[in-house]
């Protein structure tokens, strides 16, 4: 396999790897050397069924597997990102489904909102609209090595408390069925984290975090928008322009993802996700 950087700090395109075959360890283990080193891995043409792309999200790690009560996902192993209904009807854009999706379109790291976040995510694009949906990845190793030392010092052992329901308060009230909250309460994430296969630290910002345990809430807040704004400079930033069939991994413990509007009362766009299982909670 090829691997050829997409920017300074983030992202890699990964050529002559046909993710619908099977690997050896080896092969694995390069990827996910790749993986934990580049945050993102783009593979182009890659044209799965969902079952290949359950097997090759397995190379990786720990599958993990939807809760029942997500909307999406109904407790299987793929999540289904798409702006149409089981008939394959455009979803119109102030629907309830619509706005519950339009939280992806912040700043965020998957599985934040649970106390064992998610470790990787898997998006096979199957159906891309012809301008915009794009996403962004911004490097929370990056974001964190280049703070001053000061700062550093400041943010040592600090907890920040990620929900759900703080997520989507940013896009509408009561987007949230009952059962879903009551599945989802508040966790505590340590606000930087060391990733152990690469002794490396990173920022854990992004919508979920609410506020900084034992602080004012507001002071909190304030903290957690100046460090996402940070992280989310352009110079952190790598932008992909999807292609049908283009299958993207990201390390969720060393980045944050947006997805960017598009006309989605008019394109259709489809997106089938499977996850990696995190290692333990991050707060010790
Ligand atoms: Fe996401």
């Known amino acids: 396999m090829t691997i050829v950087p997409l920017g300074e700090h983030i992202g890699a395109e990964v050529r002559d790897v046909d993710a619908g075959s099977p690997h050896a360890e080896e092969t694995f283990a390069e990827l996910r050397r790749a993986l934990y080193r580049h945050s993102v ?20 790690g ?7 009560s997500d909307p999406y996902g109904g407790g299987g192993p793929i999540n289904r990102i798409a702006n149409v209904d089981e008939e394959g009807r455009l979803i119109p854009p102030r629907d309830k489904r619509s706005l519950y999706q339009a939280g992806n379109n912040l700043w965020h790291s998957d599985g934040s909102f649970k106390s064992v976040p998610l470790k990787a995510s898997m998006l096979s694009a199957k159906v891309v609209p ?14 964190y090595a280049t703070l001053p030392e000061s700062r550093k010092v ?3 052992g600090l907890v920040a408390e990620h929900s759900m329901a703080y997520s989507r308060s940013q896009i509408a009230p009561g987007l949230m069925t009952e059962a879903f909250l009551k599945a989802t309460p508040p966790v505590r994430h ?4 060391t990733v152990p296969e690469t002794g490396e630290k990173a920022l854990y910002v992004g919508s979920y975090a609410s506020h900084v345990i034992g602080w004012d809430i507001e002071k909190g807040r304030a903290l957690l928008e100046e460090l996402l704004e940070w992280s989310t400079q352009p ?19 060393t980045c944050l993802h947006r997805g960017r509007p598009w006309d989605n ?20």
Not at 62 to 68: D, E, K, N, P, V
Not at 190 to 193: F, S, Y
């Open 62 to 68: 720990r599958l993990q597997m939807t809760i029942a």
């Open 154 to 156: 400041q943010l040592e």
């Open 235 to 253: 110079q952190f930033v790598y932008r992909h322009r999807w292609k049908a069939n283009d299958l993207v991994m990201w390390d969720n413990r």
């Open 130 to 143: 012809p301008r915009g949906g794009e996403t962004e990845y911004a490097s929370l190793r990056a974001a």
């Open 41 to 60: 891995l783009v593979f182009h043409d890659q044209d799965i069924s969902d079952e290949q792309q359950v097997a090759f999200t397995r190379g990786f």
């Open 190 to 193: 340590m606000l930087v984290r």
């Open 265 to 284: 009362g008019v394109y259709k766009r489809i997106m089938h996700r499977t996850t990696l299982a995190g290692d333990g909670p991050t707060v010790p």
